[in-house]
C-alpha cells in the first residue's frame, strides 16, 4: 500500500507541476531548475532538450521516494485493507490521469491561478 499510495503522490506531482511550469515562464524557470542534473534537460543538441520536463521527473521523484519512505515506517506493522485500497488506488488513478487531459483541467487550473493572481 505504500508504494502504491507514494506512486499516485508522485503522479499528481507530475501533474501540478505541469499545469504550475504552463502558467508563467517565470514558474516554468523555477521548476526547470530542479531538473538540470538530469543529461539533456539543456542545451540544444542534436537530441534536443526535455526542458522543464527534467524538473516535474525530479520532483516527482522526490515525493515517490519520501513519501514510500515515511509511508513504510509508518504502516510496516499494520494489517491495512488490501481490496478496499485497491478500489481508492484505481479511481485516485483515473482522476489524476484525467487531470493530464487539458479541456478538463485547464478551467480548474485557470481558476485557482486567477484565485492567486497569476496571468
Do not use: C
Not at 526547470?32 to 522543464?52: N, R
Not at 509511508?71 to 484505481?90: A, E, G, S, Y
Not at 487531459?101 to 485557470?110: E, G, N, Q
Amino acid at each position: 500500500m505504500a508504494a502504491s499510495l507514494s506512486l499516485l503522490l508522485a503522479f499528481l506531482t507530475l501533474m501540478i507541476s505541469h499545469h504550475i511550469s504552463r502558467l508563467t515562464p517565470m514558474l516554468d524557470k523555477a521548476i526547470h531548475a530542479y531538473g538540470h542534473w538530469i543529461p539533456g534537460s539543456t542545451g540544444s543538441g542534436p537530441e534536443g532538450s526535455i526542458g522543464s520536463y527534467s524538473g516535474k521527473e525530479t520532483l516527482a521523484i522526490i515525493v515517490w521516494l519520501s513519501s514510500w519512505l515515511i509511508f513504510h515506517l509508518l504502516w510496516r506493522k499494520l494489517d491495512l485493507p488490501l481490496q478496499t485500497w485497491t478500489r481508492w488506488f484505481v479511481i485516485g488513478l483515473a482522476t489524476i490521469t484525467l487531470g493530464f487531459f487539458h479541456p478538463l483541467s485547464d478551467p480548474i487550473v485557470l481558476f485557482i491561478a486567477n484565485f492567486f493572481g497569476l496571468p
